[in-house]
């Protein structure tokens, strides 16, 4: 009887080490943050577009009095058309002082 109590009593201390170490924290290994990216804005490039575009204003005049300019009191005005353009160039990144890169 006496063997089963130690037995016991030894099995609890062993099985209480073990859940007071579960709530420690772990050991975080410290690692270095990777380097920034270094970006690089050299480089040419090209562009372009188009479109149509239109616009159409009417003007009119109302009233009683007499027309002072000769000629016809309502107008319309407006315009449409297509348009385009075209366009390309080249960037140089200078590296200033060891200052090019983007953080």
């Not at 407006?78 to 200033?96: E, H, I, S, T």
Request: charged share 5%; hydrophobic share 40%; net charge neutral.
């Amino acid at each position: 009887m006496r063997a089963l109590f130690i037995g016991l009593v030894s099995a609890l201390a062993l099985g209480a080490g073990a859940a007071l170490a579960a709530d420690l924290p772990l050991a975080v290994k410290a690692t270095p943050a990777p380097p920034p990216s270094a970006v690089n804005w050299t480089g040419c490039y090209v562009n372009g577009g188009g479109g149509y575009g239109m616009w159409n204003q009417d003007s009119y005049i109302e009233g009683t009095t007499p027309v002072i300019i000769p000629g016809s009191p309502n107008a319309t005005a407006g315009g449409r058309g297509w348009f385009g353009v075209a366009g390309g160039g080249c960037d140089y990144q200078f590296n200033l002082l060891g200052a090019g890169h983007c953080s």
